[in-house]
């Protein structure tokens, strides 16, 4: 029972509270109450916290945008990420579209030039890939995890205190109000008339029983006063320690700078190595695809062409030659003379390739190898000797020397 009680005379304090707060706060937005102002230094510190708050959340969602721009995936990670539970791992945009370009090479035939370009493009888009995982994941951890720990963290601490400053200042302007108009009604009781009347009896007693009353008013304000006075003392304490609570806080916006800015830096560095690496990732393809035909040999009359490498000016004489951006494409007389040649000839090889299948031979580029044909070959392929090895390889992939 006594546990009732408790309960209820606290539940009553905490609504009549709440109720002279929402008074106070009433009338002051109707400008009938007066509105105790912060110091301009907490102010400023209030309105740097809003600021830093407003501005971190933007950085925070554009960087997860930037970083995993399909929104279905950043829902599903946040959603394992409030389930406290690692979210599986899902293949990125330049691993599939290495894999598809992989697939299709490998359809196409590695011993082609288009199928090992596609190849080689499939392996270093699947590199980029891997390089992204890992931007993404350096990002999240120097990055994103400390703004998202001082939006959830130390933000949601300060505007608890906020709030509960906001609250001790409603309270210490309603007491203001309380004693003033306890010390108006004071006045007002002290101004009353007193004289006594004269008269009959009846006027007497009357008379008598004014000032009786009149006595006991003035007891009651005066009480009334000192209530508020004692109330007007506590609640200024209370809203002064809170104060200096908020402020103290506030003040930790600095450091909250300071570290954010390592924490760019950290981004910043991540970005760095990433597009690095992706430049020299491309830059190594490009390289590769310097060795591969640029150029196809190909008409309306044909439907299978073999594909016709891209060599230097001095690869070859001037009279095989068709120059394309410092590049020359082997001519059609050229390599027919390679594969209508009687007899084994002395071929270079333009250019790097991997054998698909032990029936052909590896070949390194500017090598010199020996080469024939053999009756039923397809056309796209002569038969290559090096030492005392032997297999096929293909045409595009040689000069015949004279």
Known sequence: MNIMDFNVK??????????????????????????????????????KAECTKIWT?????????????????????????????????????????????????????PGTAYGNALIKCGETQKRIGTADRELIQTSALNFLTPLRNFIEGDYKTIAKERKLLQN?????????????KAKAAETRNSQLNSTRLEGDNIMVNF???????HVKWLKIWAEEVTKSEQELRITQSEFDRQAEITRLLLEGISSTHAHHLRCLNDFVEAQMTYYAQCYQYMLDLQKQLGSFPSNYLSNNNQTSVAPVPSVLPNAIGSSAMASTSGLVITSPSNLSDLKECSGSRKARVLYDYDAA??????????????????????????????????????????????
Do not use: C
């Open 10 to 47: 606290k539940l009553a304090a905490d609504a009549g509270t709440f109720l002279s707060r929402a008074v106070q706060f009433t009338e002051e937005k109707l400008g009938q109450a007066e509105k105790t102002e912060l110091d301009a230094h907490l102010e400023n510190l209030l309105s």
């Open 57 to 109: 959340e933007k950085i925070m969602k554009q960087t997860e945008v930037l970083l995993q721009p399909n929104p279905n995936a950043r829902i599903e990670e946040f959603v394992y990420e409030k389930l406290d539970r690692k979210a599986p791992s899902r293949i990125n945009n330049p691993e599939l579209l290495g894999q598809y370009m992989i697939d299709a090479g490998t359809e196409f035939g």
């Open 357 to 402: 299948n032990s029936t052909e031979l590896s070949l390194l580029a500017d090598e010199v190898i020996t080469v024939f044909s053999v009756v039923g070959m397809d056309s796209d392929w002569l038969m290559g000797e090096r030492g005392n090895q032997k297999g096929k390889v293909p045409i595009t992939y040689l000069e015949l020397l004279n």
């Open 168 to 180: 001790k200042r409603l309270d210490l302007d309603a007491a203001k109000t309380r004693l003033k």
């Open 207 to 213: 008379s008598y029983m004014l000032n009786f009353l």
